[in-house]
RNA sequence: GGCCCGUUCGUCUAUCGGUUAGGACAUCUGGUUUUCAACCAGGCAAGAGGGGUUCGACUCCCCUACGGGCUGCCA
């Protein structure tokens, strides 16, 4: 329905790669809109033109694109609609909302010098020009401040961090227009989100405190405020913020570690939300489920053990062509090589026991190292343990029975059997040097599923080099 | 410095005045097993500290400590 349709933003700054933040930032809007048939845009917030490069912009939207982050609409940029910020600025003056100061910006750090000096340790800048007379303006550049009221509070009702009040008498006349024409964030921001028809900010609380000095901007334009909804940043395992040193910060990153994009959905979904026990749930559950209501309100740490868990049980109940897609999307992020047709096609039959044994795409790949590698096995220290020259023997006494028997899981079974119970060992015992000799690893899928996968010819090969 | 926000097991969290404070990950023990993963059973583990309010506080209020954010003609 078009009178209630929910609307909401993802709104970074193109500065560089997306943030894993920022992605959790932009799937918290995206589910809360999807979830209720409402819209989900996508604005650049690149009106800073020294920082802004258009391969941020391309690497936020491959990151969007990554996590299955679908928006509404073409992108906007900020700064294509700066004609229209200033005509807002403008109207603001006219309204009587605003005025022109023509203080400079020298003057105005003189003036925080000379608090500070003083001993006023949050200056806040009153323009002699809030009230001036126009017919004593000077022929000179000038900002435009918006008039914000001296007294009082202001009351940010949100819906994660309750009521917020905020004394009106710390924040200063805020510019909205800079001297050169140009709109400042605070300006633009409000009268992005207005013109788009959001309904719903979702952000980061480090913007908390500018929501009063944007509401003031509702309030000068007599715009209805968006709901209000700021939710806490994560942090590194370590609980400090987010940064480099923590190692992995982009959505790219997890991208080329492997991660699936269902799982990390999942998994940051999770992260600073909660709805009752949920904790594995696929996308259209999420969707159905989140709310703004279950957000947290203290930061979350970054837990790669949870994360991993929770990867794993994407991996195993995504559909076979889901995964293979996946994960040569994953092989061409990591830089890894591409696989070729004959290892897709192996992949592919093997990936019925691997896919429950791996919470990676690269522990999905090692798994399936027995389908993909091809002769001469090369044995790990381990496998290699266990190819030794009674285990070779019993394995070259295998080999012709293998021979002319019917390819299946029984009759491999009860020949398998036959050899360990005539050699008089455990089953363990022999399948140890058939995995080394398969897979050349000694932790693989069970040996009967290998055998079947890489098929008569290529068992027996493997057997014969192994114990030669 | 000022202002704003936050603080439940190691981690993510449930609880919305009365619970043996629950679940998940991690970890430990046992079981199953063809190695690994998975799975099953069980264990360990929490309300930052101090004051109030109340018959009763994890829950409401205040203070302190700690963490985070904001404090630009950046976004």
Redo the contacts with the bound molecule.
Sequence with gaps: MADSQIVTRF???P?GYLHIGGGRTALFNWLFARGRGGKFLLRI????R???TPEATAAILQGLTWLGLDWDGEVVS?FDRAPRHAEVAHEMLTRGTAYK?????A???AF?EAEKARGV?????LSPWRDADPITYPDA???IRMKAPRTGETL?D?KV???????NA?L?D??VL???G?????L??VVDDHDMGVTHVIR???????AARQQMVYDAMGWAVPVWA?I??I?G?D???LSKRHGATGVHDYQAMGYPAAGMRNYLT????????A??FTTDEAKKIFDL???????????F??????C??HI?MMPDAALLQELQGYLAAAGRSALTEGQYDLLAKALYCVK????TFPELIE?ARFALTSRPIVPDEAAAKALDSVSRGILKSLTPRLQNVSWT?DAL?SI?NDVAAENGI???KL??P??AALAG?????????MMLVIGQDETIARLKEASA
């Design positions: 709104a970074p700054s500065t917030e690149d009106t800073d020294e920082r802004s900020q100061c023509f203080s400079t910006a003057e105005i750090e925080r340790s949050y200056p806040v800048f550049p000038y900002v940010i949100d961090q309750g009521t917020v009040t905020i004394q710390t200063d805020m510019i800079r001297s050169d140009t709109p400042t964030y605070m633009a921001v980061g609380d480090d913007h908390l405190n500018n700021h806490p940043l942090h395992p609980g400090k913020k999770r992260l600073g939300w909660a709805h009752g026990d904790e594995i209501e279950g957000i947290g309100r203290s930061p979350a740490r970054l837990d053990k949870k994360l991993e868990n929770v794993g049980h195993a429950d044994r791996a919470k798994k899981k079974e398998l455990g089953f363990g399948a140890q058939l995995r690893r000694s932790a693989t899928p069970s040996v009967f599923d």
